[in-house]
């Protein structure tokens, strides 16, 4: 009967939910900007280039 206390207490723990949370949110940001990013190299090469061209006399 112990056991099944133990577990019933560690399921209702809610004590690293947060951090869980946070820790998702962020690798779900760090994916949408690397596919992000991965979409637009292309592009963002271009420009950079574009804007040295223009400045360099």
Request: charged share 10%; no cysteine.
């Amino acid at each position: 009967m112990n056991l099944f206390n133990y577990l019933n207490e560690l399921k209702n723990d809610e004590r690293g939910q947060g951090m869980v949370e946070y820790a998702l949110i962020i690798a779900l940001v760090a994916i949408l900007l690397v596919g992000g990013l991965t979409a637009l190299q292309g592009g963002i090469g271009a420009t950079l280039t574009s804007i040295t061209n223009t400045l360099t006399p």
